[in-house]
T-cell receptor, first 113, second 109 residues
Framework: DTGVSQDPRHKITKRGQNVTFRCDPISEHNRLYWYRQTLGQGPEFLTYFQNEAQLEKSRLLSDRFSAERPKGSFSTLEIQRTEQGDSAMYLC???????????FGEGSRLTVL | AQRVTQPEKLLSVFKGAPVELKCNYSYSGSPELFWYVQYSRQRLQLLLRHISRESIKGFTADLNKGETSFHLKKPFAQEEDSAMYYCALTPRSFQKLVFGTGTRLLVSP
């Protein structure tokens, strides 16, 4: 499968712990996006990279969230000191074209107890 | 601010009936509009985009700038169309998609 892959698929953690999600985009795609989706809502933009540069961050992304894309390949999204409100599906997507034609991964579901 | 509204959380139809999934948007400029679909246990995927003016799996969507709408239509629904459908827009010169809350389409035999 040469699609976007995310790991882990599901993470259960206790409040206050740190978690990290990894995304491997489609290899030739230079843009990588992170979205968050909660129950009953559509995906909400968090941040995006063009190659290794993080070009935009949403106001949703508090100081506890950090994303990286070293060498312009895979990306990681880290959440420090998790809160129950962080429970959501974290979606990664990549594209070679504009922001509208995204190829999504299956998502990483975070449950904070 | 840009906003996408999908007024129906659930749309239930019988096989062979016409389908219209509503999408309205608010944006002062000229956005690009998209429909994404998520079938059961599958990832979110692009269904169609307004600039292509294409029909995918029998679905079409016309951008109506006067009514700021981008409704998704299909004349005869099939059971395999059952899925979650999201309307989304990207404002020109922006680099992100803004999604609606989605409509679940359920096609019964």
């Amino acid at each position: 499968d040469t699609g976007v892959s995310q790991d882990p698929r599901h993470k259960i953690t206790k409040r206050g712990q740190n978690v990290t999600f990894r995304c491997d985009p489609i290899s030739e795609h230079n843009r990588l996006y992170w979205y968050r989706q909660t129950l009953g809502q559509g995906p909400e933009f968090l941040t995006y990279f063009q190659n290794e540069a993080q070009l935009e961050k949403s106001r949703l992304l508090s100081d506890r969230f950090s994303a990286e894309r070293p060498k312009g390949s895979f990306s990681t999204l880290e959440i420090q000191r998790t809160e129950q409100g962080d429970s959501a599906m974290y979606l990664c997507a990549s594209t070679l074209e504009g922001p509208g034609e995204l190829f999504f991964g299956e998502g990483s579901r975070l449950t904070v107890l | 601010a840009q906003r996408v509204t999908q007024p129906e959380k659930l749309l239930s139809v019988f096989k062979g009936a016409p389908v219209e999934l509503k999408c309205n948007y608010s944006y002062s400029g000229s956005p690009e509009l998209f429909w994404y679909v998520q079938y059961s246990r599958q990832r979110l995927q692009l269904l169609l985009r307004h600039i292509s003016r294409e029909s995918i799996k029998g679905f079409t969507a016309d951008l109506n700038k006067g009514e700021t709408s981008f409704h998704l239509k299909k004349p005869f629904a099939q059971e395999e169309d059952s899925a979650m459908y999201y309307c989304a827009l990207t404002p020109r010169s922006f680099q992100k998609l803004v999604f609606g809350t989605g409509t679940r389409l359920l096609v019964s035999p």
